[in-house]
């Protein structure tokens, strides 16, 4: 009975402060959301101007975009990003799910963190020194492929960027499935097969959307292993944008903007699907 | 070892051991020695930790075996993978295929082993109907409740007709109104069915309401196997009378023996009685196991009872608890059933006479 009397006297019960109650922070995050959109807003209002001028509008029109559909330049640089993305995001989707698996499920394999870290380290790595580093490399062995080029550099630095949603996933699967379907007599490929790639499908799927922008958005890396005619639309924009901003740049941004909101809203729901 | 070509014996397991590789390394089972009979409700009962589940475990393929070998029906599967093992288990926790139906779920079994998909989904349904869930097969699991999920995954491992059901504490997700439904829907399943099951539980009532047999483990190691009234009439240590059920217990001397009984002095200098048991001499020092229900309150007019004072009462609804007070630090569980209008018995204080059957009494040499 006297427990309970001298707990009641010693709980502090810590008064809870919403941050939304500190002064000013309303219109202090209001700041930062302008900060951070408000150029972009201004990017996509003037691809719909009709003048030729950034800055002072006219009235709607989508004019530029038909004319940057129309313009073989921007063709051939949208094809060469197309091409480049789907292949260095298959590659890099098949490497991270095998290191995943293999991280994630062997028995054999003894510090699996630093297996981890060292798949993300490119990450941390500033991408200027992997860019000259591969350029130094190509170069030395001779490698010249084309586009061959850039998507082996661009698979390298998409694999962890697609590892990161496999081994998630793969981390918060029942290994307990696994177990039960090989209980029901399911063979090591067959429990691959049916159980834990359908599974896994969710992340693989999530990690290859986010490979893909990456390697659609790329600019430096690519800029360094790029050999004369395989620009790609990154490229092609710095390249004009040297020459004046046009409205038709705008309508390259805008779609490139539109593009990768879309991969990575999909990334986001297909990896949080169950 | 023998080898073992008798059909009666659906698992043997000779001095089966299991160590978990570390610093230091862990110890879950000790070692086991067994034989399960084909047809049998068989039940592994202990508290966790106690290394049931690491033999279930063993017995499925989940894990290596460290030492020992286990024999299925007369074929040695201690180093066989678990897909090849005749064997299949009702998880814990299911673990149905969240992404199939509860139809592929239980035709999956079957599918492995090469029956064509017609013919396994037919016996999947029948599988279904068997646990009343036939119109159930085109649903997701996650649309089912625990109860059905529960029942799905039985389904799934008996579609196969494995030799033998392993079931890891199958029921233990589940409310006690379902759990106890389920209980006698597993007898009858295993009735119908005539698989050997092994049921590994930490809930006694499970355990003795189901079984055939029960082997009680505890610290990596088997305590006592038998049938449930053998574990709880004849407990074969402490562990065992102290895990299934309310024991009392005293440590006791052998103070003298006549004709029928033998006399035993506890601490206080209380005289307890039991019927003569061959090898126990005046002096021996024992243990005394004495259930609570065996004790029984009467009036101060019968002979040779036990006198104390109430010093607690739990009411648990059907019975009553009391604790009597036999001497300053000696006390004794009795229960009693209750009245027709749930009165007491007897009351906090009060002075009771008890009296003890000495057939009630188990010793065990200390």
Same mark, same amino acid.
């Given at each position: 009975?006297?427990?309970?009397?001298?707990?009641?006297?010693?709980?502090?019960? !810590?008064?809870?402060?919403?941050?939304?109650?500190? !002064?000013?922070?309303?219109?202090?995050?209001?700041?930062?959301?302008?900060? $951070?959109?408000? !150029?972009?807003?201004?990017?996509?209002?003037?691809?719909?101007?009709?003048?030729?001028?950034?800055?002072?509008?006219?009235?709607?029109?989508? &004019?530029?975009?038909?004319?940057?559909?129309?313009?073989?330049?921007?063709?051939?640089?949208?094809?060469?990003?197309?091409?480049?993305?789907?292949?260095?995001? $298959?590659?890099?989707?098949?490497?991270?799910?095998?290191?995943?698996?293999?991280?994630?499920?062997?028995?054999?394999?003894?510090?699996?963190?630093?297996?981890?870290?060292?798949?993300?380290?490119?990450?941390?790595?500033?991408? /200027?020194?992997? &860019?000259? &580093?591969?350029?130094?490399? =190509?170069?030395? /062995?001779? $490698?010249?492929?084309?586009?061959?080029? /850039?998507?082996?550099?661009?698979?390298?630095?998409?694999?962890?960027?697609?590892?990161? !949603?496999?081994?998630?996933?793969?981390?918060?699967?029942?290994?307990?499935?696994?177990? &039960?379907?090989?209980?029901?007599?399911?063979?090591?490929?067959?429990? $691959?097969?049916?159980?834990?790639?359908?599974?896994?499908?969710?992340?693989?799927?999530?990690?290859?959307?986010?490979?893909?922008?990456?390697?659609?958005?790329? =600019?430096?890396?690519?800029?360094?292993?790029?050999?004369?005619?395989?620009?790609?639309?990154?490229?092609?924009?710095?390249?004009?944008?040297?020459?004046?901003?046009?409205?038709?740049?705008?309508?390259?941004?805008?779609?490139?903007?539109?593009?990768?909101?879309?991969?990575?809203?999909?990334?986001?729901? /297909?990896?949080?699907?169950? | 070892?023998?080898?073992?070509?008798?059909?009666?014996?659906?698992?043997?397991?000779?001095?089966?051991?299991?160590?978990?590789?570390? *610093?230091?390394?862990?110890?879950?089972?000790?070692?086991?020695?067994?034989?399960?009979?084909? *047809?049998?409700?068989?039940?592994?009962?202990?508290?966790?930790?106690?290394?049931?589940?690491?033999?279930?475990?063993?017995?499925?393929?989940?894990?290596?075996?460290?030492?020992?070998?286990?024999?299925?029906?007369?074929?040695?599967?201690?180093?066989?993978?678990?897909?090849?093992?005749?064997?299949?288990?009702?998880?814990?926790?299911?673990?149905?295929?969240?992404?199939?139906?509860?139809?592929?779920?239980?035709?999956?079994?079957?599918?492995?082993?090469?029956?064509?998909?017609?013919?396994?989904?037919?016996?999947?349904?029948?599988?279904?109907?068997?646990?009343?869930?036939?119109?159930?097969?085109?649903?997701?699991?996650? +649309? #089912?409740?625990?109860?059905? +999920?529960?029942?799905?995954?039985?389904?799934?491992?008996?579609?196969? +007709?494995?030799?033998?059901?392993?079931?890891?504490?199958?029921?233990?997700?589940?409310?006690?109104?379902?759990?106890?439904?389920?209980?006698?829907?597993?007898?009858?399943? +295993?009735?119908?069915?005539?698989?050997?099951?092994?049921?590994?539980?930490?809930?006694?009532?499970? @355990?003795?309401?189901?079984?055939?047999?029960?082997?009680?483990?505890?610290?990596?190691? %088997?305590?006592? %196997?038998?049938?449930?009234?053998?574990?709880?009439?004849?407990?074969?240590?402490?562990?065992?009378?102290?895990?299934?059920?309310?024991?009392?217990?005293?440590?006791?001397?052998?103070?003298?023996?006549?004709? *029928?009984? %033998?006399?035993?002095?506890?601490?206080?200098?209380?005289?307890?009685?039991?019927?003569?048991?061959?090898?126990?001499?005046?002096?021996?020092?024992?243990?005394?196991?004495?259930?609570?229900?065996?004790?029984?309150?009467?009036?101060?007019?019968?002979?040779?009872? #036990?006198?104390?004072?109430?010093?607690?009462? @739990?009411?648990?609804? *059907?019975?009553?608890?009391?604790?009597?007070?036999?001497?300053?630090?000696?006390?004794?569980?009795?229960?009693?059933?209750?009245?027709?209008?749930?009165?007491?018995?007897?009351?906090?204080?009060?002075?009771?006479?008890?009296? %003890?059957?000495?057939?009630?009494?188990?010793?065990?040499?200390?």
């Amino acid at each position: 009975m006297s427990n309970i009397n001298t707990l009641d006297k010693d709980i502090k019960v !810590p008064k809870h402060r919403d941050i939304r109650s500190l !002064p000013g922070f309303s219109w202090f995050s209001l700041g930062f959301f302008i900060y $951070l959109y408000l !150029p972009l807003f201004i990017l996509v209002i003037f691809s719909f101007n009709s003048s030729i001028s950034a800055t002072v509008w006219e009235s709607f029109s989508v &004019a530029w975009y038909f004319k940057a559909f129309a313009n073989d330049d921007i063709q051939r640089a949208a094809k060469n990003s197309m091409i480049i993305a789907v292949f260095a995001t $298959l590659f890099a989707t098949i490497f991270a799910t095998m290191a995943a698996l293999a991280i994630g499920r062997s028995k054999k394999i003894k510090y699996k963190s630093v297996f981890t870290g060292v798949i993300i380290l490119p990450l941390m790595i500033p991408e /200027i020194v992997t &860019a000259v &580093a591969t350029l130094t490399f =190509f170069s030395a /062995i001779g $490698l010249s492929l084309g586009l061959g080029n /850039i998507i082996i550099a661009h698979t390298v630095f998409c694999i962890p960027f697609a590892y990161m !949603p496999i081994r998630a996933r793969l981390q918060g699967m029942d290994e307990g499935l696994e177990v &039960a379907a090989q209980d029901l007599y399911a063979n090591k490929s067959d429990t $691959l097969r049916l159980i834990t790639l359908p599974l896994l499908a969710p992340g693989i799927f999530s990690g290859a959307m986010l490979a893909f922008i990456i390697s659609i958005d790329d =600019f430096i890396i690519t800029l360094m292993v790029a050999e004369a005619g395989a620009n790609t639309l990154p490229i092609y924009i710095y390249g004009i944008v040297r020459k004046g901003i046009t409205p038709e740049i705008n309508a390259v941004s805008t779609i490139l903007l539109i593009i990768s909101i879309i991969f990575v809203t999909l990334s986001y729901w /297909i990896g949080k699907k169950r | 070892m023998s080898e073992d070509l008798d059909l009666s014996v659906a698992i043997t397991a000779n001095n089966l051991r299991k160590v978990y590789p570390g *610093n230091p390394p862990v110890v879950a089972l000790k070692s086991a020695s067994l034989k399960i009979a084909d *047809n049998e409700f068989f039940t592994l009962l202990g508290p966790s930790g106690c290394g049931k589940t690491t033999l279930l475990r063993l017995i499925a393929g989940f894990e290596d075996i460290t030492d020992g070998e286990l024999i299925l029906y007369g074929n040695n599967i201690s180093n066989l993978p678990p897909e090849i093992r005749p064997v299949n288990t009702v998880f814990q926790h299911y673990s149905l295929f969240p992404h199939m139906s509860i139809l592929e779920n239980v035709a999956f079994g079957l599918r492995r082993l090469g029956t064509a998909k017609l013919q396994a989904e037919q016996i999947a349904q029948e599988m279904l109907e068997l646990v009343h869930l036939g119109d159930y097969g085109s649903r997701m699991p996650n +649309q #089912l409740s625990g109860g059905q +999920q529960q029942r799905v995954a039985l389904a799934r491992a008996l579609a196969p +007709q494995p030799k033998v059901l392993l079931l890891d504490e199958p029921l233990s997700a589940l409310d006690l109104k379902l759990r106890q439904a389920m209980r006698s829907e597993l007898k009858r399943l +295993q009735r119908e069915t005539g698989i050997t099951f092994v049921f590994v539980t930490h809930d006694q009532e499970e @355990a003795l309401s189901m079984s055939d047999r029960i082997a009680v483990m505890s610290s990596g190691e %088997i305590q006592q %196997i038998g049938t449930p009234d053998e574990i709880y009439e004849r407990p074969a240590n402490r562990f065992v009378a102290d895990f299934i059920g309310d024991a009392n217990f005293y440590d006791a001397v052998v103070n003298t023996t006549s004709e *029928n009984n %033998i006399n035993y002095e506890i601490h206080g200098g209380q005289i307890l009685q039991s019927p003569i048991i061959e090898g126990i001499t005046v002096g021996d020092k024992v243990t005394l196991i004495l259930r609570p229900e065996k004790i029984a309150f009467v009036d101060n007019k019968v002979k040779n009872t #036990l006198l104390g004072k109430v010093s607690e009462i @739990a009411y648990l609804g *059907n019975t009553t608890d009391y604790v009597i007070s036999l001497s300053d630090d000696l006390t004794m569980k009795v229960r009693a059933e209750n009245h027709f209008d749930g009165e007491p018995i007897a009351n906090i204080g009060e002075s009771v006479n008890l009296a %003890i059957d000495p057939k009630a009494m188990r010793v065990l040499s200390a």
